[in-house]
């Protein structure tokens, strides 16, 4: 959990900095600075026990795969996942995310019970842009743009699906404090997303700070 001192009670998100547009989550994150949110690259295990909840952008799965285990992430990552760290996946984010994806080379970091069809739509020249009613998002339909995207063709009991496009095919989802999306909200300017995930990584700090200021008081 995090160490390092804080100013107030600011919220810290990781970007995972591996490969892709993880530059772009973190100008969306920190232009929304005044909502209480730092967002700093993670590379190193110690960065990675420094923040409050982690995205996963958009790139290349095969690749993000590969630095994960060349990094000694993928491992350790798991084990901060299941002791309830916060993390969103965008795009390869999301495909990594996901515990069976039929066509990637190495293994995901598995964490979501859902199958990922990569590249369901096609190749770069058949990106496109959609407009997505998605649930527990107040105001108009979000504006999704699909870049080489995955869809979730199935989802598992404990996975809620958040959106999903007209002809049914589901692309935004979240288990517990897991959130997968296929899409790409970081390159809009549209933060509703981003403020959605820094709500799941602030209510799961403060269940955190509880437990701890609890164990502190009986010891
Ligand atoms: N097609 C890419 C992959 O499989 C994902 C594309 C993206 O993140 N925009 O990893």
Do not use: K
């Not at 692309?171 to 933060?191: I, K, N």
């Amino acid at each position: 959990m995090p160490s390092t001192d804080r100013t107030g009670d600011r919220l810290r998100i990781g970007v995972l900095a591996l490969q892709g547009d993880f530059a772009e989550h973190l100008s969306m994150l920190r232009e929304d600075g005044e909502g209480g949110v730092d967002a700093v690259e993670v590379r190193t295990l110690a960065q990675l026990d420094d923040v409050d909840g982690l995205v996963i952008p958009g790139g290349e799965s095969t690749t993000i795969a590969r630095l994960l285990i060349a990094f000694e992430l993928l491992e350790p990552l798991r084990e901060r996942i299941r002791g309830g760290l916060p993390v969103w996946g965008t795009c390869a984010g999301a495909i990594l995310l996901a515990d069976d994806v039929p066509a990637l080379d190495r293994e995901p970091i598995g964490v979501m019970d859902m199958t990922v069809d990569r590249n369901a739509f096609g190749s770069q020249v058949d990106s496109f842009e959609a407009d997505l009613d998605i649930a527990g998002l107040e105001g108009p339909p979000l504006r999704a743009i699909f870049i080489r995207a995955p869809v979730f063709r199935r989802v598992g009991e404990g996975v809620e699906v958040l959106a999903a496009l007209a002809d049914g095919r589901i692309v935004a989802a979240r288990q517990g404090d897991l959130l997968a999306t296929s899409f790409h909200p970081e390159l809009t300017d549209d933060r509703r997303l981003h403020r959605y995930f820094a709500d799941i990584c602030r209510a799961r700090a403060s269940v955190t700070d509880a437990t701890e200021g609890a164990a502190r008081t009986a010891s």
